[in-house]
């Protein structure tokens, strides 16, 4: 498998857009880390432009990459080669040169200059989300036939987690407040890898402390041993179920 | 060599494909031709595996074709438009097709007798090994596909209008090629709708219309009804006679025309 996904890769590495896309978060990594005296403040801010730009990058360059490359695969579906193989290579390929971008372009302000618990967090939410929403523009793409209306549904994908998920969240906890809705919105928060994501770095933050009761529960359950397991485990389970849908739906397609 | 049986196809409101059903052997020059959307690709893509028939069974060496994809081993196939990653350099491309079926390495080519680099050879694609995909022209692609095609001198080889695009040239070294493989008895498939190129290599003629098959004749019984030897004033009688719509067939005629200032 590996030997497709290394040409797939090698092929990626040589664009021009995750080229800039790398230096984009260099650049806007360092110049956080340089602006702000506190460097907690610099990594709160790093925080929010990973949890936005890096699931839209990851999901707009995976579609586009996966219709560029369909006639590619086409004849690759013509080589002995199963079609399982070919689409798990294309995805090996695109989500580890998006992943050595953003180990590269964010892992080396913060290696050096928030080299601590926080910095690792960030660094794990980051990797993760990258391979969470490459595997859901790869259901995505693999399920439209039409590149439009592929990038449209990755668009609402990235809409839906980034900002409509936590627009209801924000109306339910405002209209039930009288009730205790702290397991309830655990349980809901798991339900979108991005809000995970951000909860899981932030308890690992001084500034958590200044946020209330219920952070000081939620810091209980995400600061001890399970907590790190459970989010290892949701992120898991965000990136090989729509995987594993991709496959099975490429499988049974008509190229 | 590959066996079609009552193959069907439907792409929502189309028929691509109607209860289909032909036996092709080794030594055959099969010329699949038809009108555009008269399912001939889709023909292809299913004895590719690419496309999977509603109903119908396809037999590649005795074998159905199933979920294992070994069998394609034994299949070249050049598709109408061949495109590539961007960035990808011709002789990476290959050196990754070697690579996935476990051949030697490109360096030591000339010993490996599975490696058919005739193609690769005459039309002097080493020159642009190092270029990448994106600079190429578009007849230089079809060259590209051409000689992936040939290249693990495949049993069977299915070619999707392998002349459109080449220059004059090309085209000319592509079906002697052809000929030479011919001539070793292998399976040839070809679709194109410039049959002047087909004239002198093809043996037997499959014609489609609507996803339906309209004839399978080979070519001496063709010319002995209509009592034509080129091929297309042949196919032009036989569906002037049986009333098929032939405005296409008429075009062909003009571009052969045309095709003889080369």
């Known amino acids: 498998m590996m030997k497709l996904s290394r040409y797939v890769l090698y092929d990626i590495l040589r664009s021009k857009i995750i080229i800039a896309y790398t230096l984009f978060l260099f650049i806007v990594s360092m110049s956080m880390f340089q602006m702000e005296e506190n460097s907690s403040k610099a990594m709160l801010s790093l925080l929010n432009i990973v949890l936005i730009v890096l699931p839209l990058i990851s999901l707009i360059f995976t579609t586009i990459h996966y219709y560029n490359s369909y006639e590619f695969i086409e004849l690759m579906a013509s080589q002995p080669m199963s079609r399982t193989r070919i689409i798990l290579s294309e995805f090996a390929g695109v989500s580890l040169s998006l992943l050595c971008a953003f180990l590269i372009g964010v892992g080396i302000p913060i290696f050096l200059f928030a080299a601590d618990a926080t910095g690792f967090a960030l660094l794990f939410t980051g990797s993760a989300l990258t391979l969470v929403f490459t595997s859901l523009a790869f259901f995505a793409s693999v399920r439209a036939r039409d590149k439009a209306r592929g990038i449209g549904a990755a668009l609402l994908l990235w809409f839906y987690f980034a900002l409509i998920y936590d627009g209801l969240i924000l109306l339910l906890t405002f209209n039930l407040a009288d009730y205790p809705l702290e397991k309830i919105i655990l349980a809901l928060v798991s339900l979108n890898p991005i809000d995970i994501g951000r909860i899981f770095v932030v308890l690992k933050m001084d500034i958590s402390a200044l946020m209330g009761v219920t952070s000081a529960l939620y810091k209980d359950f995400f600061g001890s041993g399970t907590g790190i397991l459970f989010t290892l485990g949701i992120m898991l389970l965000w990136i090989f179920i729509p995987l594993w849908l991709a496959v099975s739906k490429f499988k049974r397609k008509d190229l | ?262």
Request: overall charge neutral; some cysteine; proline content about 4%.
């Open chain 2, 1 to 262: 060599m590959i066996r079609i049986e009552h193959i069907s196809k439907r792409f929502k409101k189309l028929q691509a494909l109607n209860d289909i059903t032909a036996e092709f052997s080794k030594g055959q020059v099969v010329s699949l031709i038809g009108p555009n959307g008269s399912g001939k690709t889709t023909l292809i893509k299913c004895i590719l595996g690419m496309v999977r028939p509603d109903s119908g069974k396809i037999f590649v060496d005795e074998t159905p074709i199933n979920g294992d994809p070994s069998y394609r081993e034994k299949i070249g196939y050049m598709p109408q438009i061949g495109r590539y990653p961007d960035n990808m350099k011709v002789g990476h491309l290959f050196k990754m097709l070697m690579n996935i079926r476990n051949t030697n390495d490109p360096s030591t080519v000339a010993q490996d007798n599975r490696i058919d680099n005739y193609l690769i050879e005459h039309f002097e694609l080493e020159k642009i090994f190092e270029k990448p995909m994106r600079t190429l022209s578009g007849g230089t692609s079809q060259k590209v596909s051409a000689a992936v095609a040939f290249l693990f001198d495949p049993a069977i080889l299915i070619l999707d209008e392998p002349t459109a695009g080449l220059d004059p040239l090309a085209s000319e070294i592509l079906k002697e090629k052809i000929l030479t493989e011919k001539k070793k008895g292998k399976l040839i498939l070809i679709t194109s709708h410039i049959l002047s190129d087909l004239d002198e290599l093809t043996t037997h003629i499959f014609y489609m219309q609507e996803g339906k098959m309209q004839f399978f004749y080979n070519i001496e019984t063709l010319q002995e009804e209509t009592g034509e030897l080129r091929l297309g004033k042949a196919i032009a009688r036989i569906m002037k006679g049986e009333q098929f719509s032939n405005a296409w067939i008429d075009e062909m005629l003009i571009n052969k025309k045309d095709e003889k200032i080369y």
